[in-house]
Antibody, heavy 116, light 106 residues
Framework: EVKLLESGGGLVQPGGSLRLSCAAS????????MSWIRQSPGKAPEWLSF??????????EYNPSVKGRFTISRDDTQNVLYLQMNTLRAEDTAIYYC???????WGQGVMVTVSS | DIQMTQSPPVLSASVGDRVTLSCKAS??????LDWYQQKHGEAPKLLIY???NLQTGIPSRFSGSGSGTDYTLTISSLQPEDVATYYC????????FGAGTKLELK
């Protein structure tokens, strides 16, 4: 059974940093592209970033809204996906999901609140 | 950026109705479009991929169609468990989700 479990969310002050993790199981993690997607309360989902697999050199893509502030990475030895979030703003408040490409499996999400 | 416009924003329908949800892209997205269903408090669920391919485990009453800039999700016979918000998602360029259509029972 495919499982994706996000962690690392919480309350952070504006300008602060947070690192999210997504522990994957039930599939060959190293073979798949992985994404982070967020959803602000009452809004549509917003794709943030994806990372390709080793065969595609672990290259990454970012939404312009987070490029330069967020960094996606992965550890295929531990089956974990990461999202390092820096210089956080109030508008980054959302539920953050990890998803296996082609978005056929999503985690349950983790809440990030940016507030003073 | 490619903008995705979903209509209507809210749709009320009765059990058994044929329901059609629309998604219009601001430019040709070459059928690179998925549909997702999201129920309250849950993560989105993939229903249809690449315009018209039914994801494994999804009931056959769901279908997708379209090309170019115009795409449609159809539910052939609405069931109570289909109450949800539906999002289209294009991945042709700079992936974006539509704003969603909230489907309610009349």
């Amino acid at each position: 059974e495919v499982k994706l479990l996000e962690s690392g969310g919480g309350l952070v002050q504006p300008g602060g940093s947070l690192r999210l993790s997504c522990a994957a199981s039930g599939f060959t993690f190293a073979d798949f592209y992985m994404s982070w997607i967020r959803q602000s309360p009452g809004k549509a989902p917003e794709w943030l970033s994806f990372i390709r697999n080793k065969a595609n050199s672990y290259t990454t893509e970012y939404n312009p809204s987070v490029k330069g502030r967020f960094t996606i990475s992965r550890d295929d030895t531990q089956n974990v996906l990461y999202l390092q979030m820096n210089t956080l703003r109030a508008e980054d408040t959302a539920i953050y999901y990890c998803a296996k490409h082609p978005f056929d499996y999503w985690g349950q999400g983790v809440m990030v609140t940016v507030s003073s | 950026d490619i903008q995705m416009t979903q209509s209507p924003p809210v749709l009320s329908a009765s059990v058994g109705d044929r329901v059609t949800l629309s998604c219009k892209a601001s430019q040709n997205i070459n059928k690179n479009l998925d549909w997702y269903q999201q129920k309250h408090g849950e993560a989105p669920k993939l229903l249809i991929y690449y315009t018209n391919n039914l994801q494994t485990g999804i009931p056959s009453r769901f279908s997708g169609s379209g090309s170019g800039t115009d795409y449609t999700l159809t539910i052939s016979s609405l069931q109570p468990e289909d109450v949800a918000t539906y999002y289209c998602y294009q991945y042709n360029s700079g992936p974006t989700f539509g704003a969603g259509t909230k489907l309610e029972l009349k």
